[in-house]
């Protein structure tokens, strides 16, 4: 009993902690959180990434960290807005558009005003669990939210990728969840530990007197169009990164799109999976042979034979700012017309696909060997992969692409002023941009028709000097998902600390035992995160009854036909009436599903005893549980404000 009332004592000495901070101050470090908050805000952020929004809490936290103009600042909640909402109307070769000479915040504004509902409401969104005092009333700073929901996106963005390698239909993948390799154990991203997340940010205090997560000072960002060398400088100079932990950040690309009317980049990194966190974008940046994806099926597209195809990057730009540029690349496949999608087949691509072997497993007619017309044999190249059944091709629609700044980490050419130069194949790049024709530009080798990747050696700068070449470590994660994903963990880590040279504080480690269903995308998400508390097999198995008049003769239960808890007659033998106390002291495990009562999205209780009765009570928010609606069969028990009456009094029937 004494051991009783301690633990009861620390949990309300908890909740008073827990409600008794201040509103946050911008410019002071951002209160502690607890492991109950952790989990509450997760379950908030599992509801809003329901709607893709969770590689966009990863490239804000990015944002976020990056320095201002004038050398101060770092991970500080605030964001320049200059450029931020602006929709661009693009059109190919009209050369109307500002030069990119560097990044900005375009796109995050809607994703910022939601966790900014997030940061000053109990209740947002409203389907999933409630706090007792927003994150801002309990002194949290609006950074440390940032941070933890890039944080909870990568590990919603693994789990993702790991469902999508067993069951693609599963109903909380969002669209664009094809895997390359499904049911093998290389599809699975597997991190050697868990991201750590450190409170103690400060938010910026040079704001909009409005909006208080707008910068009135102007930012430093990278170049997009930049070679591989400014672009390790810029983030060595920003981040004290060195040249693992540029490549390994740069893996955040695998996850989310760019947008032509918010950047000038059009399509995406890695086609087909958006959504998914796992090394993908390092196989097509280093030009694996990688399967052919262009139908929502996820068909699985190669060579005649079956075969992985061969993959390409040409370099290209549509001429679009006034110096013709941005210039970006577009990863291509060398394959068949596809089986799977038949939107864009001519009637040659028929013909080609009518005339495959099955019996030697050709997925299309092969086209000839140098020199012959006859198909030519799986192992002989085909001599003209321009033309023909194999062919290169782009995903219409969703093609594959790179930045400069990033191609630049694995091929060696030059930027300036926004025109590739260094390698054989940009030799036309320069006058070709400057001309007004109203043509694109590809990447061409001098004296060849076709266009072609740019003939450029692999990039061996190194940083710091003698450590391993970038071109190596972009092949190392290509090769090896876990050895990235856990270099990435650790430069995100370090991103989320600039410009907090003494450090920032740990806050609890949520991951034991912890329970956090992904949401289905249609519907209410009716889930919650917790970490489950073991209960003692020997505990003594009660059923628990309320005091109102209207429930005498039932106990609580858990419905497994509307999957809902309520009240009805007593049954003996039902252990879906049967309960037991977790040994934590905080919930109450139902004998038939071994799982926590959950109430608007919460399973920790206190339970204060008065009398023979017991009040429960949500430590987030201090209401108590109140059964007033669940006199109506099928109804459940909600909570409210705490005044102990009957709705509210609960008593325990032990189990024979």
Same mark, same amino acid.
Request: aromatic share 10%.
């Given at each position: 009993?004494?051991?009783?009332?301690?633990?009861?004592?620390?949990?309300?000495?908890?909740?008073?902690?827990?409600?008794?901070?201040?509103?946050?101050?911008?410019?002071?470090?951002?209160?502690?959180?607890?492991?109950?908050? !952790?989990?509450?805000?997760?379950? %908030?952020?599992?509801?809003?990434?329901?709607?893709?929004?969770?590689?966009?809490?990863?490239?804000?936290?990015?944002?976020?960290?990056?320095?201002?103009?004038?050398?101060?600042?770092?991970?500080?909640?605030?964001?320049? &807005?200059?450029?931020?909402?602006?929709?661009?109307?693009?059109? %190919?070769?009209?050369?109307?558009?500002?030069?990119?000479?560097?990044?900005?915040?375009?796109?995050?504004?809607?994703?910022?005003?939601?966790?900014?509902?997030?940061?000053?409401?109990?209740?947002?969104?409203?389907?999933?669990?409630?706090?007792?005092?927003?994150?801002?009333?309990?002194?949290?700073?609006?950074? *440390?939210?940032?941070?933890?929901?890039?944080?909870?996106?990568?590990?919603?963005?693994?789990?993702?990728?790991?469902?999508?390698?067993?069951? @693609?239909?599963?109903?909380?993948?969002?669209?664009?969840?094809?895997?390359?390799?499904?049911?093998?154990?290389?599809?699975?991203?597997?991190?050697? @530990?868990?991201?750590?997340?450190?409170?103690?940010?400060?938010?910026?205090?040079?704001?909009?007197?409005?909006?208080?997560?707008?910068?009135?000072?102007?930012?430093?960002?990278?170049?997009?169009?930049?070679?591989?060398?400014?672009?390790?400088?810029?983030?060595?100079?920003?981040?004290?990164?060195?040249?693992?932990?540029?490549?390994?950040?740069?893996?955040?690309?695998?996850?989310?799109?760019?947008?032509?009317?918010?950047?000038?980049?059009?399509?995406?990194?890695?086609?087909?999976?958006?959504?998914?966190?796992?090394?993908?974008?390092?196989?097509?940046?280093?030009?694996?042979?990688? &399967?052919?994806?262009?139908?929502?099926?996820?068909?699985?597209?190669?060579?005649?034979?079956?075969?992985?195809?061969?993959?390409?990057?040409?370099?290209?730009?549509?001429?679009?700012?006034?110096?013709?540029? #941005?210039?970006?690349?577009?990863?291509?496949?060398?394959?068949?017309?596809?089986?799977?999608?038949?939107?864009?087949?001519?009637?040659?691509? @028929?013909?080609?696909?009518?005339?495959?072997?099955?019996?030697?497993?050709? =997925?299309?007619?092969? *086209?000839?060997?140098?020199?012959?017309?006859? #198909?030519?044999?799986?192992?002989?190249?085909?001599?003209?992969?321009?033309?023909?059944?194999?062919?290169?091709?782009?995903?219409?629609?969703?093609?594959?692409?790179?930045?400069?700044?990033?191609?630049?980490?694995?091929? *060696?050419?030059?930027?300036?002023?926004?025109?590739?130069?260094?390698?054989?194949?940009?030799?036309?790049?320069?006058?070709?941009?400057?001309?007004?024709?109203?043509?694109?530009?590809?990447?061409?080798? #001098?004296?060849?028709?076709?266009?072609?990747?740019?003939?450029?050696?692999?990039?061996?700068?190194?940083?710091?000097?003698?450590?391993?070449?970038?071109?190596?470590?972009?092949?190392?994660?290509?090769?090896?998902?876990? =050895?990235?994903?856990?270099?990435?963990?650790?430069?995100?880590?370090?991103?989320?600390?600039?410009?907090? #040279?003494?450090? !920032?504080?740990?806050?609890?480690?949520?991951?034991?035992?912890?329970?956090?269903?992904?949401?289905?995308?249609?519907?209410?998400?009716?889930?919650? +995160?917790?970490?489950?508390?073991?209960?003692?097999?020997?505990?003594?198995?009660?059923?628990?009854?309320?005091?109102?008049?209207? !429930?005498?003769?039932?106990?609580?239960?858990?419905?497994?036909?509307? %999957?809902?808890?309520?009240?009805?007659?007593?049954?003996?033998?039902?252990?879906?009436?049967? &309960?037991?106390?977790?040994?934590?002291?905080? =919930?109450?495990?139902?004998?038939?599903?071994?799982?926590?009562?959950?109430?608007?999205?919460?399973?920790?209780?206190?339970?204060?005893?008065?009398?023979?009765?017991?009040?429960?009570?949500?430590?987030?928010?201090?209401?108590?549980?109140?059964?007033?609606?669940?006199?109506?069969?099928?109804?459940? +028990?909600?909570?409210?404000?705490?005044?102990? !009456?009957?709705?509210?009094?609960?008593?325990?029937?032990?189990?024979?």
């Amino acid at each position: 009993r004494v051991a009783k009332m301690a633990a009861k004592t620390a949990t309300i000495l908890l909740f008073l902690a827990a409600t008794a901070s201040t509103e946050y101050v911008p410019g002071t470090p951002g209160a502690a959180w607890s492991a109950e908050e !952790l989990l509450a805000v997760r379950s %908030k952020l599992f509801s809003m990434f329901r709607k893709g929004n969770a590689p966009k809490a990863l490239r804000l936290s990015f944002h976020d960290c990056v320095k201002y103009a004038d050398g101060t600042g770092g991970c500080d909640g605030c964001l320049n &807005w200059d450029g931020v909402d602006v929709k661009f109307d693009p059109e %190919k070769y009209a050369k109307d558009h500002a030069n990119i000479e560097h990044g900005n915040n375009n796109g995050l504004g809607p994703f910022v005003r939601q966790l900014e509902k997030l940061y000053t409401s109990t209740d947002y969104p409203r389907d999933a669990q409630i706090l007792g005092q927003s994150l801002r009333d309990s002194g949290k700073s609006r950074a *440390d939210l940032w941070s933890y929901a890039a944080i909870v996106a990568v590990e919603y963005g693994i789990e993702s990728n790991n469902i999508a390698c067993v069951d @693609r239909s599963h109903p909380s993948l969002i669209r664009s969840h094809c895997v390359h390799e499904p049911n093998t154990t290389a599809c699975f991203v597997e991190p050697s @530990r868990n991201i750590q997340f450190q409170h103690g940010r400060a938010d910026c205090t040079d704001f909009d007197s409005e909006f208080p997560y707008k910068a009135t000072k102007a930012e430093h960002h990278p170049n997009p169009v930049a070679d591989g060398r400014a672009t390790i400088e810029f983030f060595r100079d920003e981040f004290d990164f060195n040249g693992r932990e540029t490549v390994a950040i740069f893996g955040a690309h695998t996850f989310g799109k760019p947008s032509i009317r918010n950047s000038l980049f059009p399509y995406t990194w890695t086609s087909s999976a958006i959504n998914l966190f796992n090394n993908d974008y390092y196989k097509n940046i280093v030009a694996k042979d990688r &399967w052919y994806i262009n139908d929502k099926e996820c068909g699985r597209v190669g060579d005649a034979y079956g075969n992985r195809p061969q993959t390409r990057w040409l370099a290209h730009t549509r001429k679009m700012t006034h110096r013709g540029g #941005p210039v970006f690349w577009i990863h291509q496949n060398h394959v068949c017309p596809s089986l799977y999608n038949d939107k864009n087949w001519s009637s040659a691509d @028929r013909q080609c696909v009518e005339e495959a072997d099955a019996s030697l497993g050709q =997925q299309c007619r092969p *086209d000839p060997p140098t020199g012959e017309s006859r #198909p030519r044999t799986r192992d002989e190249p085909d001599a003209d992969p321009n033309r023909g059944c194999e062919r290169w091709k782009l995903i219409p629609g969703a093609d594959e692409i790179a930045l400069n700044c990033e191609m630049g980490l694995y091929l *060696d050419f030059q930027v300036t002023d926004g025109i590739p130069h260094g390698c054989s194949g940009f030799e036309h790049f320069s006058a070709s941009m400057a001309s007004d024709d109203k043509k694109a530009v590809w990447s061409q080798i #001098p004296g060849q028709k076709d266009k072609a990747q740019p003939d450029c050696k692999k990039q061996m700068l190194a940083e710091p000097a003698g450590s391993t070449p970038l071109s190596q470590i972009m092949e190392e994660y290509a090769d090896d998902q876990t =050895q990235w994903v856990d270099d990435f963990m650790a430069a995100f880590e370090k991103m989320m600390r600039n410009g907090y #040279p003494d450090g !920032l504080t740990n806050s609890p480690d949520i991951h034991t035992n912890l329970v956090c269903p992904m949401p289905s995308i249609i519907g209410s998400y009716t889930e919650n +995160c917790y970490q489950q508390e073991s209960v003692d097999s020997d505990g003594a198995v009660f059923k628990i009854g309320n005091r109102n008049k209207n !429930l005498a003769g039932k106990v609580y239960q858990w419905n497994p036909s509307t %999957k809902l808890f309520d009240f009805a007659e007593e049954q003996p033998g039902a252990t879906n009436q049967l &309960w037991r106390l977790s040994s934590g002291g905080h =919930q109450l495990i139902n004998e038939m599903t071994g799982l926590p009562l959950s109430v608007e999205s919460n399973v920790n209780f206190r339970f204060e005893e008065d009398g023979d009765d017991y009040l429960v009570i949500n430590p987030m928010t201090g209401k108590a549980l109140d059964c007033f609606a669940a006199r109506k069969p099928g109804k459940e +028990c909600k909570t409210w404000k705490k005044h102990g !009456l009957t709705n509210q009094r609960f008593f325990v029937i032990m189990a024979a």
